[in-house]
């Protein structure tokens, strides 16, 4: 096999209609992506010096066929959500003959699957990418290539950060530490990387604090550990006052935010170095309010702790925390959905991420619904606003989907009344916070006078102008992150009420199909017992499916279009099943002898 030297690294695209894209926020900020692909630069590190390397992240521009044509080989990395445009970017390069190479979450989970890959490389590949990458040009690389060993990242490489566009970003990102000391039933990440959590040393992320900084950047970053604080003794006393040095001698250039368990709450001295290094955001799993379904899952930290008095401890050490939130545990009774709204309206969580349980391939979860024989669909990797379960709950599936739309609904209402209040919660809750504010420059001023113009004549307009007045007077010290909440809103506001639209014209063709279906039942009745109105019924039923289609097409016009694809998707499959049972009874009339002037479409 000849040498791969042009490597073309491909992160593709994820939908922009899912809460975690904040793509209708970003675009306020003239900012096409959150974060980068920090798997895939980490990755580009440990190429051989010789090798040229383009990266294209599909987030922030188009993957063109020039970029395919000049690679020697194609490295692709996604999670699970990405796995439609990853079928795209494989097709495209199979149909110019290139070799790709899939590896990330998806890859790990799913490549029993997918089709059209030529290799796979599992797990954390440090210390085996050398002898795979020289497996490849020899041509002896196995089809899926396990790396089983948990490597050593305490000196690990720094990331290609001078790959990116760095201009199309809304932060940066690094990574601290790999592991998690929990074992919830519901999560993969203790499953993939361990309990024992493994740390860089603080030498090792200065490195990358100093790339970055040479580079330019300035602003937040994310360190994307899934639990920042699973080695509290050396987050402490390694890093934060390693942390703390950098940033005073650097003008505190960064900001930072994370994911952490909820028992940051108990350790007031980690609190208050984490918010005196410059952290101002922790992400934390909470799940539930109800102990059942805690115990349920292994969610053993949280069963330690009140967790409303926990929120609010936080959010008083300078940090606003932003919530996941799970409905579908089986232990889940009538009122969760009344529950979850009211704890995130006393928490005041600006950002609650609220989804569906979902059984990812690998975990306990996973395992424990096969055996009993609940799982019924592969998982589509998104965690929130989506109304498609891949098991069968313990709760009535309608119940459970009206709930959560209920839950969706209410905290991010039209009128964004509720989120803004969440808004206003914290803000007033939040205690010291010395690097919490960014600072105003033209940025931020173009950003204010954006959201002015698009913002005050939305429908939640009013809600809008009049959070903006009281904390120009209350909280003026914060008006610039005052103004990043308010085109936060806008963008829940979106993904919120274009979910609801298009499940409610889901449920329409469903209600539709249903009505056809039993109208075509009574018309071959009519057809047996030869009717001589048999014929003008089945006419009848055929301008009742045009009605019901032209209405429903009405329907999708009126979404937006980046929401439209998959409801377009499903209205094809209704018209066509709609005109099948109208077929056949049309062939059932004919077989009958009956006269038929029935106009088929």
């Given at each position: 096999m000849k040498k791969l030297r042009n490597i073309l690294l491909v992160y593709p695209e994820v939908p922009n209609n899912t809460y975690w894209s904040f793509k209708y926020a970003l675009r306020f900020i003239r900012k096409q992506s959150g974060h980068p692909p920090l798997g895939l630069i980490t990755i580009a590190a440990l190429f051989p010096q010789d090798c040229c390397l383009r990266l294209v992240d599909m987030n922030i521009e188009p993957l063109r066929a020039e970029d395919i044509a000049w690679a020697d080989g194609v490295f692709i990395s996604a999670m699970i959500v990405q796995h439609a445009s990853v079928d795209q970017v494989v097709a495209a390069c199979r149909e110019q003959g290139k070799l790709t190479v899939l590896g990330g979450p998806y890859a790990n989970s799913n490549w029993r699957e997918i089709q059209g890959v030529d290799h796979f490389v599992l797990g954390e590949v440090e210390e085996a990418f050398s002898s795979f990458f020289q497996d490849l040009e020899k041509g002896t690389a196995p089809r899926v290539y396990h790396c089983s060993a948990k490597p050593d990242i305490s000196h690990t490489v720094i990331p290609r950060f001078d790959l990116l566009k760095k201009a199309a970003y809304a932060s940066m990102s690094i990574q601290y530490s790999r592991g998690c000391p929990f074992k919830c039933e519901f999560c993969d990440i203790w499953k993939v990387y361990g309990n024992r959590p493994r740390l860089k040393s603080p030498a090792a992320v200065l490195g990358e604090l100093d790339a970055l900084y040479g580079l330019g950047w300035r602003g937040p970053v994310f360190i994307v550990d899934d639990n920042f604080i699973g080695n509290k003794k050396r987050v402490k006393s390694d890093l934060l006052p390693a942390l703390k040095t950098w940033q005073e001698e650097h003008d505190f250039a960064f900001r930072f935010f994370t994911e952490a368990s909820i028992n940051l709450a108990e350790d007031v001295e980690l609190m208050d170095a984490m918010r005196n290094v410059g952290f101002n955001e922790v992400f934390i799993g909470i799940e539930t309010p109800a102990v059942e379904c805690l115990m349920e899952t292994g969610k053993i930290q949280n069963l330690k702790i009140d967790l409303t008095a926990a929120v609010h401890i936080i959010q008083r050490h300078g940090m606003e925390v932003m919530a996941g939130f799970i409905l579908g545990f089986d232990n889940d009774t009538d009122d969760i959905f009344q529950r979850q709204i009211a704890f995130i309206q006393q928490t005041g969580i600006p950002k609650a991420m609220v989804g569906l349980l979902t059984a990812l391939p690998g975990t306990d979860l996973y395992e424990r619904l096969s055996r009993e024989g609940r799982i019924v669909a592969a998982s589509a990797g998104n965690n929130t606003h989506c109304l498609e379960l891949n098991f069968t709950p313990r709760m009535a599936p309608q119940k459970l989907k009206a709930g959560y739309q209920e839950v969706l609904a209410a905290?991010?209402?039209?009128?964004?009344?509720?989120?803004?209040?969440?808004?206003?919660?914290?803000?007033?809750?939040?205690?010291?916070?010395?690097?919490?504010?960014?600072?105003?420059?033209?940025?931020?001023?173009?950003?204010?006078?954006?959201?002015?113009?698009?913002?005050?004549?939305?429908?939640?307009?009013?809600?809008?102008?009049?959070?903006?007045?009281?904390?120009?007077?209350?909280?003026?010290?914060?008006?610039?992150?005052?103004?990043?909440?308010?085109?936060?809103?806008?963008?829940?506001?979106?993904?919120?009420?274009?979910?609801?639209?298009?499940?409610?014209?889901?449920?329409?063709?469903?209600?539709?199909?249903?009505?056809?279906?039993?109208?075509?039942?009574?018309?071959?009745?009519?057809?047996?017992?030869?009717?001589?109105?048999?014929?003008?019924?089945?006419?009848?039923?055929?301008?009742?499916?045009?009605?019901?289609?032209?209405?429903?097409?009405?329907?999708?016009?009126?979404?937006?279009?980046?929401?439209?694809?998959?409801?377009?998707?499903?209205?094809?499959?209704?018209?066509?099943?709609?005109?099948?049972?109208?077929?056949?009874?049309?062939?059932?009339?004919?077989?009958?002898?009956?006269?038929?002037?029935?106009?088929?479409?």
């Open positions: 905290i991010y209402d039209q009128n964004l009344k509720n989120y803004f209040e969440r808004c206003t919660r914290f803000l007033e809750n939040l205690g010291e916070a010395p690097h919490f504010q960014r600072e105003i420059g033209l940025k931020e001023i173009l950003m204010l006078l954006k959201s002015l113009g698009i913002q005050t004549f939305k429908p939640y307009g009013y809600q809008y102008l009049k959070f903006v007045t009281y904390h120009m007077f209350r909280n003026r010290h914060v008006f610039g992150e005052v103004i990043k909440y308010c085109i936060i809103g806008h963008h829940f506001h979106m993904i919120t009420q274009e979910t609801l639209k298009i499940e409610k014209l889901s449920s329409h063709l469903d209600e539709c199909y249903r009505y056809l279906r039993d109208q075509v039942n009574l018309c071959s009745t009519s057809v047996k017992a030869n009717s001589k109105d048999a014929v003008r019924f089945a006419e009848k039923l055929w301008r009742r499916r045009k009605q019901i289609l032209d209405t429903c097409l009405a329907g999708i016009d009126k979404i937006h279009v980046d929401f439209q694809a998959e409801i377009r998707l499903k209205y094809n499959v209704m018209a066509e099943k709609m005109k099948e049972l109208l077929m056949a009874l049309e062939a059932d009339v004919l077989k009958r002898g009956m006269r038929s002037q029935v106009k088929t479409g």
